[in-house]
């Protein structure tokens, strides 16, 4: 296991990664300050939805997020170009972890993976070969650690495998789902054919299929082209289609592992010297047991979370719980509505409370159809009327449907959620389970 992990391998792929990467997230930050992301999810609401534990992490003041957007830009370039790479990877790493913590409003599963993928990125030598540091310390390295590449892939496979099993449920596997959101899209741009039931099977089954099977594809050298082509095709329909961010390009920027270091080397460093015997002795070196260990363990990990769901009481589908971090992605269309009533404890009396005073019509839509938010609002309405003095309970009236089938309440409307506990890490009984 050691000897394979500790292979020497051309490092080509991990330096044209690290170019790529940073290239991908300076674009992503400096793309959310134009396009408008920051004003919509950050400066515009009262405040924001964090993960539950960090409702603290609430946005900068004033223009406070744009120089934060900023920073991390500027640190991806850093990272593109080696520039004090692990500090720059560092500080990219915690910003970035802190936007995702700091709301969920706007939930994408490539922020998660993202963060993962800096993680990893952390512990490997990508700055040794054509970088500002090689340059600047005149360290330089040809090699890698072949676990270097091989825990890249496994970390695709873990996205591709769990986001195709989550598809295995009757509201995909029909074209329901996809038929909502393809005849969405045929709306708005005229495409008669995108209306085809056929082409909704065809999009549903592909779906479940390359997710399934790219890997695989990828890994076998006979069928690794046409696999690239695959998902080109794939990854430019769902970028045209479904709008999620530079997921797709991604995903493309992460073929590399799997292609012969040496074809990478001649694809993007010509000059680049080509392994030697003495070189692959020379630059050697051992994993030490701490860091076969930390392997291990973030295997281990990423295998354990998407699998957690059923090990909760209920359908993930319908409690949520169990959901993120899931590679659970775009699997549903949902919708709610929501009614809160909140109650004087000492004379009983109903207090009017208009929730549309308090958030975005974007965040009304999530928290309709979210458990956790809807918990999150009751504990903020319960802080907002502490601080007049009055002892209240909080009541919520909430019903949802699934791909547009019937409507179904969703929380126990009879249960205080002002004062009701979040179960972290099981079911909580005041989400309602369909009969």
Same mark, same amino acid.
């Given at each position: 296991?050691?000897?394979?992990?500790?292979?020497?391998?051309?490092?080509?792929?991990?330096?044209?990664?690290?170019?790529?990467?940073?290239?991908?997230?300076?674009?992503?930050?400096?793309?959310?300050?134009?396009?408008?992301?920051?004003?919509?999810?950050?400066?515009?609401?009262?405040?924001?939805?964090?993960?539950?534990?960090?409702?603290?992490?609430?946005?900068?003041?004033?223009?406070?997020?744009?120089?934060?957007?900023?920073?991390?830009?500027?640190?991806?370039?850093?990272?593109?170009?080696?520039?004090?790479?692990?500090?720059?990877?560092?500080?990219?790493?915690?910003?970035?972890?802190?936007?995702?913590?700091?709301?969920?409003?706007?939930?994408?599963?490539?922020?998660?993976?993202?963060?993962?993928?800096?993680?990893?990125?952390?512990?490997?030598?990508?700055?040794?070969?054509?970088?500002?540091?090689?340059?600047?310390?005149?360290?330089?390295?040809?090699?890698?650690?072949?676990?270097?590449?091989?825990?890249?892939?496994?970390?695709?496979?873990?996205?591709?495998?769990?986001?195709?099993?989550?598809?295995?449920?009757?509201?995909?596997?029909?074209?329901?789902?996809?038929?909502?959101?393809?005849?969405?899209?045929?709306?708005?741009?005229?495409?008669?054919?995108?209306?085809?039931?056929?082409?909704?099977?065809?999009?549903?089954?592909?779906?479940?299929?390359?997710?399934?099977?790219?890997?695989?594809?990828? $890994?076998?050298? =006979?069928?690794? &082209?046409?696999?690239?082509?695959?998902? @080109?095709? +794939?990854?430019?329909?769902?970028?045209? %289609?479904?709008?999620?961010?530079?997921?797709?390009?991604?995903?493309?920027?992460?073929?590399?592992?799997?292609?012969?270091?040496?074809?990478?080397?001649?694809?993007?460093?010509?000059?680049?010297?080509?392994?030697?015997?003495?070189?692959?002795?020379?630059?050697?070196?051992?994993?030490?047991?701490?860091?076969?260990?930390?392997?291990?363990?973030?295997?281990?990990?990423?295998?354990?979370?998407?699998?957690?769901?059923?090990?909760?009481?209920?359908?993930?589908?319908?409690?949520?719980?169990?959901?993120? $971090?899931?590679? =659970?992605?775009? &699997?549903?269309?949902?919708?709610?509505? @929501?009614? +809160?009533?909140?109650?004087?404890?000492? %004379?009983?009396?109903?207090?009017?409370?208009?929730?549309?005073?308090?958030?975005?019509?974007?965040?009304?839509?999530?928290?309709?159809?979210?458990?956790?938010?809807?918990?999150?609002?009751?504990?903020?309405?319960?802080?907002?009327?502490?601080?007049?003095?009055?002892?209240?309970?909080?009541?919520?009236?909430?019903?949802?449907?699934?791909?547009?089938?019937?409507?179904?309440?969703?929380?126990?409307?009879?249960?205080?959620?002002?004062?009701?506990?979040?179960?972290?890490?099981?079911?909580?009984?005041?989400?309602?389970?369909?009969?």
């Amino acid at each position: 296991m050691r000897d394979f992990l500790n292979k020497p391998i051309d490092n080509a792929p991990l330096i044209a990664f690290r170019m790529l990467f940073g290239g991908l997230l300076a674009y992503q930050c400096f793309y959310y300050i134009y396009e408008g992301w920051i004003w919509r999810n950050l400066i515009r609401p009262r405040f924001t939805f964090s993960h539950i534990g960090f409702e603290w992490l609430q946005p900068l003041p004033g223009h406070g997020m744009y120089y934060y957007f900023a920073f991390m830009g500027c640190s991806a370039i850093a990272v593109c170009a080696g520039f004090f790479y692990r500090i720059s990877l560092a500080l990219f790493t915690l910003l970035w972890a802190g936007i995702y913590l700091m709301q969920k409003t706007t939930y994408n599963n490539h922020h998660y993976l993202i963060i993962l993928i800096c993680i990893i990125m952390l512990f490997m030598p990508a700055h040794r070969y054509a970088s500002a540091d090689a340059n600047r310390t005149g360290k330089t390295a040809l090699t890698m650690p072949d676990w270097c590449r091989q825990i890249m892939i496994f970390q695709m496979a873990v996205v591709y495998v769990f986001a195709s099993v989550a598809k295995f449920y009757p509201g995909w596997m029909d074209g329901t789902f996809s038929s909502i959101t393809l005849n969405r899209y045929a709306d708005v741009h005229e495409i008669p054919v995108l209306r085809e039931h056929w082409v909704h099977l065809f999009v549903a089954w592909g779906g479940i299929l390359f997710d399934l099977l790219i890997v695989p594809l990828l $890994l076998w050298k =006979r069928t690794r &082209l046409p696999a690239v082509a695959l998902l @080109l095709i +794939f990854h430019a329909f769902n970028s045209i %289609t479904l709008k999620i961010g530079i997921f797709p390009f991604l995903a493309l920027a992460i073929v590399v592992f799997f292609f012969d270091p040496n074809n990478i080397r001649r694809l993007f460093f010509r000059h680049k010297p080509v392994l030697t015997d003495q070189i692959l002795q020379s630059e050697y070196r051992r994993t030490s047991p701490f860091a076969t260990t930390l392997i291990i363990a973030y295997i281990a990990i990423q295998i354990a979370l998407p699998l957690r769901h059923w090990f909760i009481k209920g359908d993930v589908l319908w409690t949520e719980e169990g959901h993120r $971090l899931s590679w =659970r992605m775009m &699997l549903r269309d949902r919708k709610g509505d @929501l009614k +809160f009533r909140v109650v004087d404890r000492k %004379t009983g009396d109903s207090i009017p409370y208009d929730i549309t005073d308090e958030i975005t019509r974007k965040q009304l839509s999530a928290l309709k159809t979210h458990p956790d938010m809807i918990w999150q609002m009751a504990q903020r309405i319960k802080a907002q009327m502490a601080q007049k003095g009055l002892d209240v309970a909080v009541f919520a009236d909430v019903t949802n449907s699934i791909n547009r089938g019937p409507s179904r309440r969703l929380i126990d409307p009879e249960t205080d959620l002002a004062n009701a506990d979040w179960n972290y890490f099981g079911h909580a009984d005041w989400i309602l389970l369909p009969q």
